[in-house]
């Protein structure tokens, strides 16, 4: 019996192990190797080591682009908190019947490829779309609007396939926080806005800080939807590795800006977390 | 104008298909300590809960000091509660909790100091304020809601069962404290527990609920030796209860046939002939005897049993007393120094009796 147990742990470990290995390490050691080796038009890669992708990407476009690229992401995160906290919070208050109902129109969207969805917003946004259709039939305008291939389009773009990543872990934070808090702040006096920026805004920082990361890090590569709804001049981080990799046949340049891309995200993440654990390590104390 | 502080009339609350609250009226007195008492769902928490403005009442008015602030939210009545899980802002220190009040209503912060430093001395917690709540104990967050509660100078503080979370000494403790605090405040206390000799022991006036309904509202003594149903008998302490039927009123005194022995008992309720009744005798009322102890002639007016089970617990024996009939009487004999033998042994045959007066009539209900 204690031996049948042991060999299952081993195997299932094993298993996890293996998997790990092929998915992740392999790529990611492989990913590392060929950004350090010289770019070769005919067999991908020579087999010489070099830094000198690194040192290309000091060029001032690319740091343009990078820029342009945290911008958006920034843009699209601060959209989707401002839209996802109160959408969050009215499903995470509403009746139980009512909630799942609403927790599956969010998730519902995930059910189609975010590719197609951006050409709905392509059909939604172009010049004699349906928004600008039913805009001129009210009279409302009398020109169609312009926004299909602009960074408007992009960031609606973003947003729109983003936001439920906004919404889960904060509608997951906002459900957990204790009514009584709530309760207490008004016995104690507090208005509705006091309530509001004094005890569930921090108390849902957690939230706040999960949904961002989970927007933010998607949104700075996102490549298909600067394409599609920023026609090809948007230039982006994502569209750069893409074009690195497919275009101009150059995978060391377009690894060496992924493993950048990747160092950078891990920065974020390893400061959010240092953050949390000091919190952690305070209140233990 | 009355002295009462917080008045209810006719209240009643329901939530979807659950009646919560009937018809409850209730006047409670300035400077009062009153505790609702009842079992979960009797709706003691629901009529806290709409005397602090957290529920609104389908029906009825409710006033605090004298002013009817039936449809005033919780921030605008002059009360305060203390919350069951304590509900401590858990990203503030215990200062910033207890200034939080004063914060809303704009004091000047040097106020703000001097009275959050005050009423955390008065609950000896002043050397913890600069901790956070989850570095605290459990019975210091229960001082610290207190403390957040009182330093707004509440005219009632309501209290949610507030000792359930803390293990039986600490509570111990917290009763006596809360009792002083409440004392030294001079303010009306309104406390929600299901701890009958919480109720009991801290109380001015117990208001025992059970499905919505005040049974009964009295001083710990009143609840405890004169309960006017069977409900507040039965939920306050032990009891031993026959059910019997009035064989006739002779001197206003009711003849009663208690397990095959006449009894005379003193008609109090007036209580008519034939009617059904329950005799409620109390452990502690009930004398056990051996049968050595007493003559034939006494035994006339006792019940014959024999000893089913012994509890010892130090300063009282418990003893579950078998009867013919098989019903079975549970009676508590206190140690005392002339007192004769206390070591029953089970299968011992007993008599028992009570002194009259001291049992409780109550007119015959259905019981589940």
New interface residues.
């Given amino acids: 019996m204690k031996k049948q147990s042991s060999s299952f742990k081993i195997f299932s470990l094993s298993t996890v192990w293996l998997w790990l290995c092929v998915f992740a390490l392999i790529p990611i050691i492989l990913t590392l190797t060929t950004s350090f080796l010289t770019p070769d038009s005919n067999s991908i890669v020579k087999l010489i080591p070099t830094i000198s992708n690194y040192l290309e990407l000091f060029n001032p476009g690319y740091l343009r682009i990078l820029l342009q690229s945290l911008y958006l992401a920034t843009s699209c995160t601060l959209v989707c908190l401002f839209i996802g906290y109160p959408f969050a919070f009215i499903i995470a208050r509403s009746q139980h019947q009512h909630k799942s109902l609403l927790l599956l129109l969010v998730i519902i969207p995930f059910w189609t490829s975010s590719l197609i969805r951006t050409y709905a917003i392509m059909a939604i946004l172009k010049a004699k779309g349906i928004l600008n259709t039913v805009l001129l039939a009210a009279g409302i305008i009398h020109d169609p609007l312009q926004i299909l291939y602009s960074n408007t389009a992009i960031l609606i773009g973003c947003v729109y396939d983003l936001l439920p990543f906004m919404i889960l872990p904060l509608y997951a934070n906002i459900e957990k926080l ?1 009514q ?2 709530l ?9 509705w806005f ?1 309530t509001f920026f ?2 569930v805004i ?2 849902t920082i957690p939230g706040i800080i999960a949904g961002s990361v989970l927007v933010f890090l998607p949104a700075m590569t996102m490549f298909y939807v600067p394409v599609l709804l920023g026609g090809a001049k948007n230039l982006l981080i994502g569209n750069l590795i893409e074009h690195q990799f497919l275009t101009a046949n150059n995978w060391p340049l377009g690894t060496a800006i992924s493993v950048v891309i990747t160092l950078l995200m891990g920065i974020f993440i390893i400061i959010y977390w240092r953050h949390s654990k000091e919190d952690d390590r ?4 | 104008m009355n002295n009462n502080i917080i008045e209810l009339k006719g209240v009643s609350k329901r939530f979807g298909n659950y009646q919560a609250l009937t018809e409850a009226s209730i006047s409670i007195k300035n400077g009062e300590f009153i505790t609702l008492l009842g079992p979960s769902g009797c709706g003691k928490t629901t009529l806290l809960r709409l005397i ?1 403005g ?1 529920e609104k009442p389908d029906t009825g008015r409710i006033f605090i000091d004298g002013r009817d602030v039936t449809d005033l ?3 605008k009545r002059h ?3 203390v ?3 304590y ?5 503030m220190t215990v200062y910033e909790n207890v200034a ?2 004063l914060r ?2 704009k004091t000047a912060e040097t106020e703000i100091q001097k009275r959050v430093l005050d009423v955390l001395r008065m609950v000896k917690l002043d050397q913890l304020a600069e901790r ?1 709540p ?2 605290l104990s459990g019975g210091q967050q229960q001082r610290v809601a207190i403390a ?2 009182v330093v ?1 100078e509440p005219i009632v503080l309501l209290l949610d069962e507030p000792l359930s979370a803390l293990d039986y000494n600490l509570r111990k403790n917290m009763q006596i404290e809360l009792k002083q605090l409440q004392r030294r405040l001079g303010i009306t206390f309104i406390f929600v527990t299901h701890d009958q000799e919480e109720a009991l022991s801290m109380s001015d006036r117990v208001a025992v609920m059970n499905e919505g309904y005040i049974e009964q509202l009295g001083t710990p003594k009143d609840v405890y030796e004169e309960p006017t149903n069977l409900y507040v008998a039965e939920f306050i302490g032990e009891t031993n209860i026959f059910n019997t039927e009035i064989l006739e009123i002779r001197d206003n005194k009711l003849m009663v046939e208690v397990e095959g022995k006449r009894f005379a008992f003193n008609n109090k309720k007036d209580l008519a002939e034939k009617q059904q009744i329950h005799v409620v005798i109390r452990p502690e009322d009930i004398t056990v005897w051996g049968e050595n102890e007493i003559t034939h002639e006494e035994s006339k007016n006792m019940l014959p049993g024999d000893v089913e089970q012994v509890i010892y617990k130090g300063s009282t024996v418990e003893l579950i007393v078998r009867l013919p009939s098989g019903k079975k009487i549970a009676a508590a004999e206190f140690f005392n120094e002339d007192d004769e033998k206390l070591d029953y042994h089970i299968t011992e045959k007993v008599w028992i009796d009570w002194v009259p007066g001291w049992e409780v009539i109550l007119p015959h209900e259905e019981t589940i």
């Fill in positions: 204790n009584e808090y309760e207490a702040a008004r016995d104690l006096g507090a208005n006091t004094k005890i921090p108390l305070e209140s233990l104390t | 602090s957290f939210p919780p921030e009360l305060n509660m919350f069951q899980s509900a401590l802002f858990p990203h939080f009040g809303c209503k956070k989850n570095q957040r509660a707004n």
